[in-house]
């Protein structure tokens, strides 16, 4: 099995796409952070895996900044042959006083940028002979959510954007996957982790604890590790079986 060299992680500051980033150094790739500030993993780096990095400055919603940040990478490693679509953001709201303004962000983070770094990332992977592309969903995309109704339109996006892209660029070699994450502590739900929600979810979660970055880290570089031809279009879900549970 020939593994990929240079993949890319977007929103690799912080949280999930840190962890990403530092799981996937460790499996030998050079990671590409694409970060707002440009400058990589905001938490601890092992003294060894800091060569495999390369930084660079991203916002995700901003296309002419996309397929900038693609170039110089592309220009320093020479190819890129995965990209893993993680930015994103929750705002949350009553719905019927939600605005336009807060759903339109939501929507542009979580959604449309996935589709901009998609197509902006065809044409390295092209020139690699292919690729994996893994765009970072959640399981609120099938379920109702009150004061959600945004972050969950976006998710759904993101499948409907996986599963396109995957039957379109399937015979490029370029396969598409969906990891859709349940409730995992970070920034993004610090607040919400200070209520009832731990509470609310021991219960919730059949095995009784919610799911930590490292979790879907290992998925997302098994995906690239394994490297399974006929796995592509769908959202796998990483959620302690909370989704499904009656
Ligand atoms: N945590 C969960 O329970 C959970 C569950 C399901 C799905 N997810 C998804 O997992 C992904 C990562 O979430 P997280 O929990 O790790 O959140 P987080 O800790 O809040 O981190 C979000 C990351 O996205 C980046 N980002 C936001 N807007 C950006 C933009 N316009 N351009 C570039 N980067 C941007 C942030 O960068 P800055 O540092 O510059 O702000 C940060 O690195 C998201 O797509 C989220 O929807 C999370």
């Known amino acids: 099995m020939t593994l990929p ?12 796409g840190a962890t990403i980033a530092l799981e996937l150094a460790q499996r030998g790739y050079t990671v590409a952070c694409l970060t707002r500030k440009g400058a990589g993993p905001e938490v601890t780096v092992p003294a060894e895996l800091v ?24 220009a320093k490693t020479g ?6 679509n993680n930015a994103g953001i929750h705002l949350d709201g009553p719905s019927d006083k939600l605005t336009l303004n807060v759903y339109n962000q939501v929507m542009s983070t979580n959604a449309t940028a996935v589709f901009t770094a998609c197509r902006e990332v065809y044409p390295h992977l092209i020139k690699a002979g292919g690729g994996i592309i893994v765009n970072i969903g959640s399981f609120f995309d099938k379920i109702g959510v009150k004061r959600n109704v945004a972050y969950c339109a976006s998710k759904a996006a993101v499948g409907a954007i996986t599963r396109c892209l995957a039957v379109e660029w399937a015979s490029k070699n370029i396969r598409v996957l969906d990891v859709a994450p349940g409730y995992i502590e970070t920034d993004l739900n610090r607040d919400a982790f200070q209520g009832p929600l731990r509470d609310f979810l021991a219960k919730r979660i059949p095995g009784g604890k919610h799911g930590t970055p490292q979790d879907i880290a290992k998925l997302v570089a098994a995906i690239f590790n394994e490297d399974i031809p006929f796995l592509t279009g769908e959202t796998l879900y990483i959620d302690g079986g909370q989704g499904v549970a009656h």
């Open 5 to 16: 060299r240079t993949l890319v992680v977007t929103g690799a500051s912080r949280g999930i």
């Open 79 to 84: 190819a890129i042959h995965g990209i893993v």
């Open 51 to 74: 060569p495999r990095f390369v930084n660079a400055k991203c916002d995700v919603t901003d296309e002419a900044s996309v397929k900038q940040a693609l170039a110089q990478v592309a």
